[in-house]
């Protein structure tokens, strides 16, 4: 399954958001096969459709769909040359499949910033040049190798080559390599390079408790966004302090209450499920039965046997057709039935690429 990897500085929140994420997160009891890793914290991705479904359904049962934040601790400045337990550190990055970087954006004259100061950019920086330069050292590696065996004319190697001609000098120049664009027959050879700066990344400013509503009004967080536009990446805010007594409040009312005081609709821990899990290139659909109504994930661009196949191999090996609607649909018409009289209700066979939001039942051989 894919994983999000939290990473930042030391002292801009890290361990203050993951422990958000871990007090927010799915019971264990409730998931006896999880991973008990310390470092693994799984969430429950907040979705109004699985809400909206449960009312229309009134099912037993509803479950939610589930992915998980991996925290990774520990870089500094010079981690690509082994400092501190950087090589550590990298092997981390590598299993992740998107990361969420943390930055500081709130000022706090009791905690110290290793930098010296709070300077986000400079902090953007010192970790994504240490990706690089680790990128960098691979890609030369790559390269001399590969470059021996192209000259045999090898069909592969000459392949792999242009892509790597492509990608040295955007790293030498200190950019990643997801600035770059790559055509479609490249882009397997750039993933078995199992590069650090090609995995997607998002920005999460930590701000104080007092800007949280108006996040804008931060010079800091204006410095972020404007970085972050030129990757096309994206950045959303939190106050990791706040989120983590949030998570911490049992009772539904309490945490309404707690959220309009700090001035917002949505708490920043649900905006960074659901951005991450879009980041990992995740979608969701529906079951609904008078059973259970649930929500599956799936990789975007899935066909209907594969995600059949999420829910149990065996539907995936004896597929035959998929009665699909969309979540617009059936709740335009209010059930299934009434979807099915208006046409909404459609079959579908082992070439339909799912939708996110689809509901599907699933016709299948045993
Ligand atoms: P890490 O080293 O990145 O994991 O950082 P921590 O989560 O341990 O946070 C470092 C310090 O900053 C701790 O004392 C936190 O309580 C504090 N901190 C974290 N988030 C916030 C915040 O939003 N506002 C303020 N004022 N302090 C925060």
Redesign the pocket.
């Known amino acids: 399954s894919l994983t999000a990897g939290i990473v ?12 958000a994420i871990t007090k927010a997160g799915v019971e264990a009891a409730n998931y006896p096969f999880a991973t008990i890793d310390p470092n693994v914290g799984m969430v429950e991705v907040p979705d109004y459709r699985l809400d909206e479904l449960t009312k229309l359904v009134n099912p037993k049962k509803t479950v939610p769909t589930t992915f998980e934040f991996t925290d990774i ?1 520990g870089i500094v400045r010079g981690a690509s040359k082994g400092e501190g337990l950087g090589n550590q550190f990298l092997s981390h990055i590598r299993q992740v499949d998107a990361i969420c970087q ?1 930055v ?1 954006c ?3 004259e ?2 110290t910033h290793v930098e010296g100061k709070v300077n986000p950019l400079a902090d953007i920086e010192t970790i994504n040049l240490e990706l690089v330069l680790a990128d960098l050292e691979s890609v030369t590696k790559r390269h001399a190798r590969v470059a021996k065996i192209a000259k045999t004319k090898d069909k592969d190697a000459v392949a792999e080559l242009a892509v790597l001609d492509k990608i040295k000098p955007v790293l030498e120049e200190g950019l990643p390599v997801r600035s770059i664009e790559f055509y479609d027959e490249e882009l397997p050879i750039v993933k078995g390079l199992f590069l650090l700066t090609s995995k997607p990344m998002l920005y999460v400013a ?4 007092e800007d949280v509503a108006d996040p804008d009004s931060n010079e800091l967080v204006q410095m972020v966004r404007d970085f972050a536009a030129t990757e096309g990446a994206k950045v959303i805010t ?5 989120e983590e007594e949030i998570a911490e409040l049992e009772d539904e009312e309490d945490r309404q209450e707690f959220l309009e005081a700090l001035g917002i609709e949505e708490s920043g821990l649900d905006q960074l499920i659901r951005e991450a899990y879009d980041l990992l290139g995740l979608a969701t659909y529906f079951t609904a039965g008078e059973k259970e109504v649930r929500a599956w994930t799936f990789k975007q661009g899935m066909k209907a046997p594969q995600c059949a196949g999420v829910i149990h191999t065996d539907f995936e090996k004896g597929f035959i057709r998929a009665e699909t609607v969309s979540f617009e649909d059936l709740k335009q018409y209010g059930n299934m039935h009434a979807a099915k009289e208006a046409g909404r209700v459609r079959l579908e066979g082992k070439e339909y690429v799912v939708n996110d939001g689809d509901i599907m039942l699933f016709r299948f051989n045993v």
């Open positions: 930042g500085l030391p002292n801009v929140g890290k361990s203050t958001l993951f422990n601790a943390v500081r709130f000022e706090d009791n905690i930590n701000v104080a408790e939190v106050c990791a302090r706040a």
